[in-house]
């Protein structure tokens, strides 16, 4: 088109130099005609060149008539929805489980458990176990009427696609429930028929102490202890991520997360600080009751 309108080389790029002095300078082409103009494109006119364009001849170009290009527009766009391009979001997964008030304020445990860490701990990563264990019960709709302490003691029986799913988000889920529980600054010491049965398996309650802490270090890279109760005693365990005593049919009266979540911000690599300092912040009444309960 360009070369039948303007001729070769010489013609077309005469032109071109007088309208680039100007400001616009456009080659246009219309569906039926090819023009330089010095006037911004309208509808139905295509900008081909410019300052910035070809200053040699443009190859001969298959114009495109309106109803052309309004059915290429219209093809195009269906494609691209069909491929997903504007596709609305997945839908969030209904909340079977959700994230439990923490039941207290962040700083509660100051100086032995900083506010940050309560906050991104509680709000972040429980939070996240609770959307995972979500998303992957959305897809056996059959487990959403169970509790997750049914869903943890009994994993052989979960759907092989998302068991190791609850093991994990739904493990996160009922530990760190647990944990919220028992964490309480200034409750003093086990009382009661608990600290008998501390004393009965343990030795004392001092023995117990050290017995928890040394395990308590043992863990190798994330993962929990717990005071358990098995088969009617006391036991002190260790479990790997986010596995839980309830799957192996024990019953955790208290356990320590020692994730580095819990206590990077604070104590960084001194996971022997924050063992120590857990200590001072264990709600005895509540895991005394839960003993009690779990005894009957």
Known sequence: MVVAKF????????KFSVLSSQKSHILNLSTDNCALSTRPHRAGILPAAGLYGFPFPLPTMNPLSRRNAIKTIALTTGALATSGAFA?????????????????DYDALEPHI????????????????VAKLNA????????????????????????????NDIRNHGG???????????????AGGPQGDLLKAIEKDFGSFAKWQEQFSDSAMKVFGSGWTWLVLRSGK???ENTPN????????????????????AYYLKYQNRRVE????????????FVGARFKELQG
């Open 7 to 14: 001729g070769r080389d010489a013609a077309w790029e005469e």
């Open 88 to 104: 609305q979001p997945a839908a969030t997964p209904p909340e079977v489980f959700k994230l439990p008030a923490l039941g207290f």
């Open 114 to 129: 900083d506010a940050e860490t309560m906050k991104i701990h509680h709000d972040k990563h429980h939070a996240a176990y």
């Open 136 to 163: 992957a019960i959305a897809k056996e709709s059959s487990l959403a009427s169970k509790t997750v302490e049914d869903l943890v003691a009994h994993l052989d029986a979960a759907p092989e696609g998302i068991r």
């Open 172 to 186: 996160g889920h009922f530990n760190h429930t647990l944990f919220w529980q028992l964490l309480k600054k200034g």
């Open 234 to 236: 006391l036991a002190i």
């Open 242 to 261: 986010q596995d839980s005593p309830l799957s192996t049919a024990g019953q955790p009266l208290l356990g320590i997360d020692v994730w580095e979540h």
């Open 274 to 285: 924050y063992v120590k300092a857990f200590q001072d912040v264990i709600h005895w009444e």
